[in-house]
């Protein structure tokens, strides 16, 4: 069993039970939650940026009861559960919901559940990740938030690439794709994308190919396909832009990407952009991702 956040004794006002007086007056409940982290990334360098955000969720638990008005506890613990492990992208969470004074003689009445993101709301997502202002240092800081937010599930190589576009004499990218597996919807992913981008300090400008400090774009959503508010499912990247296809071909090479029914092996044997120079950083294999702070030129970076 992995390390775990503990969210103990959270006590809330809702509406909460069977009979008419409940159904007018806001009583207390009791939650504990738990749900799965990494704690030796946090300890290692005891910084509250590579910690989960319990804080985030904490507050989240709180608003989404405030507003909640069920009958049973058992609702109540279902309900809170789902939406922890759809809006957080969570794996699991472990809940108990308790209700003080609900029985004559009892401290209090309550129900303790373990729930699981299920394959049939999971999807694997692809992110590409570039840079080419202290990339290694803001590629890394948007990896380790990737992996806090979601769990990294592969990773490919890092790769030197020439600008595509933009001002002359920009110095070149770092490049990398991620997959994770998620619950969340796309809208949501976006807003995690542009808050992190932010937080690398990304401004964003006219110049869609000029210097940036991190880059992500979401590449591929599971199945779907479609124009969305401020993004398209699958970026049309993957077939045009070298640094998105190759790193996408080293993790996914069997992958049919949907709307076009090809595979990405496939894609990559056509490429004809033979002016976008692309080189495989293999001194930094993807399994020293998981421990920067003694990797050489990382750390020197930090």
């Known amino acids: 069993m992995g390390d775990l956040i503990h969210l103990k004794g959270l006590k809330v006002r809702c509406i909460i039970g069977i009979f008419e007086w409940e159904r007018k007056r806001k009583q207390d409940v009791i939650l504990d939650l738990s749900f799965p982290t990494s704690v030796a990334r946090a300890a290692q360098r005891d910084r509250i940026q590579d910690a989960l955000d319990y804080k985030r969720i904490a507050k989240s638990t709180i ?39 609900a029985i004559r ?93 932010k937080k690398a300090g990304r401004k964003r400008s006219k110049d869609r190919n000029g210097a940036r400090t991190l880059d992500i774009d979401m590449v591929l959503w599971g199945n779907l396909s479609g124009h969305f508010e ?39 044997h056509s490429f004809k952009a033979k002016d976008q120079k692309i080189r495989q950083i293999r001194n930094l294999p993807p399994s020293t991702f998981r421990t920067w702070p003694v990797i050489k030129g990382w750390e020197a970076m930090k």
């Open 63 to 101: 608003a989404f009861v405030e507003k909640s008005s069920y009958q049973l506890v058992e609702t109540l613990a279902e309900r809170l559960a789902q939406h922890l492990i759809e809006k957080f992208g969570l794996p699991r969470v472990r809940l108990s919901v308790s209700k003080p004074g």
């Open 105 to 197: 003689g009892s401290q209090n009445v309550g129900v303790e559940i373990l729930r699981e993101a299920t394959a049939e709301n999971t999807e694997r997502i692809y992110f590409s990740f570039g840079s080419n202002i202290e990339p290694l240092f803001n590629i890394k800081r948007g990896l380790e938030s990737l992996d806090r937010r979601f769990g990294i599930s592969s990773l490919s190589h890092l790769y030197e690439t020439s600008p595509v576009g933009g001002r002359r004499g920009q110095p070149s990218f770092l490049n990398l794709m991620a997959s994770v597996g998620t619950s969340l919807d796309p809208i949501s992913i976006r807003q995690w994308i542009i808050a992190t981008e």
């Open 230 to 268: 401020g993004f398209t499912l699958p970026h049309p990247d993957i077939t045009q832009k070298a640094f998105v296809l190759f790193p996408l071909l080293e993790i996914a090479p069997n992958l049919v990407i949907p709307g076009l029914e090809r595979p990405v092996v496939e894609l990559a």
